[in-house]
């Protein structure tokens, strides 16, 4: 399922705002962004074509990686609807192949998941320091097992789906203490939003992918 990870955290340099307003923004942004690709999912349509796939659900979401990095807020801006909302338009299609009960089950343990890496990276940010490097490797170890899964069908999706599961729940604690370590204000804020906007998206669709695999 989608890969797509930012690495926007090194901006400096706006009006500092408190600690709460800035994980108070954060999950604003959060929500916004998970908000915006539920209500794209309607709009959707039943089916996607190759070139809808590979334009609407990869090209603008990566290239809105790279824009959401930027230092300028409304650029920044900008570029995570390019993620948010492109990735809602192909997720629509996606889920019509599983049966509400699976989405809503995978959905709940998504939330349970988000919130428990997520307080523990916001309480124990340190435990997550100096996970950056096996995480980062881990990430295209899965990208490319999931590459060979498409050509040779021996390999197992379940194990696929539970190791990238895994991964992405520790990006949620790693990218909190990422959080931790950026500068406070509103654009940092939302630089870490979008890049847990993409883990909880990742680890849904692992989540979903393994449950249909059970």
Known sequence: MGLF??????????SKI????????????????????YLTTFVSPVKVST??????????PIAGCFVAASDTGIVS?????????????ILGPTLNHYSPNVV???ALITLFITALFGAAGFFYPKLFKSLGGVLFYSLIGLILARILAMFIPALNFGIIDYISAGIFSLYIGYDMYRASESSRDYVSALHVA?????????????VLSASSND
């Open 5 to 14: 990870k930012t690495t926007a955290f090194e901006y400096r340099g706006y």
């Open 18 to 37: 408190s600690e709460r307003s800035y994980y108070l923004a954060i999950v604003g942004f959060i929500l916004y962004g998970l908000l915006a690709t």
């Open 51 to 60: 070139a809808e796939l590979i334009c609407i659900g990869c090209i603008i």
């Open 77 to 89: 801006f900008l570029g995570y609807n390019m993620i948010a909302i492109p990735i809602g338009y």
């Open 104 to 106: 809503q089950n995978a």
């Open 194 to 206: 979008v890049s847990l906007y993409l883990d909880i998206v990742n680890l849904f669709l692992s």
